[in-house]
């Protein structure tokens, strides 16, 4: 989040330079604005990790935008967009463990005697999602043939 902020902050900072320096008016420097802004990613897909994949420890291994142990959350949406069967597939890989998908490192089992599934459902639906709201990339992936 801080990193989103910072990046805002810049751009305003960008802003109100390019303003003294051209004697721009307020319109113009709205519309610049936002196109500064629609220019940093991270602003972009302004997405924080739910409260529910803290509760769970996911956020050992997994971001929504960088890679730690395992894949970023982002990655694993955008390799499944467009594939209907991708909660399905996700969800028995996040409940039972798995390996192989992201790399060479194994996923534990966050669910292997299936007490918790409403809550893997609705972090694989979170999961799934993060492509959709990410338009700028997410329009050229092809589905995931896993």
């Not at 051209?22 to 990613?41: D, I, Q, R, S």
């Not at 960088?66 to 959350?73: D, K, L, N, S, T």
């Not at 979170?126 to 995931?144: H, Q, Y």
């Amino acid at each position: 989040m801080s990193r989103i902020i910072q990046n805002i902050s810049r751009a305003f900072r960008l802003v109100s330079r390019f303003r003294q320096a051209e004697g721009m008016g307020n319109p113009g420097a709205v519309v610049l604005t936002v196109f500064v802004c629609m220019l940093c990613p991270s602003a972009a897909v302004a997405v924080e990790m739910p409260e529910l994949a803290k509760k769970n420890e996911c956020v050992n291994c997994h971001s929504i935008n960088e890679r730690i142990v395992g894949p970023a959350w982002m990655e694993v949406s955008k390799k499944y967009l467009g594939d209907p069967t991708a909660e399905e597939k996700l969800l028995v890989r996040v409940s039972k463990g798995s390996s192989g998908f992201f790399g060479l490192i194994h996923m534990p089992a966050n669910d292997p005697d299936g007490r918790k599934q409403a809550e893997m459902k609705l972090l694989v639906k979170f999961i799934v999602g993060l492509a959709k709201t990410d338009k700028s990339e997410s329009s050229n992936l092809a589905p995931a043939k896993n």
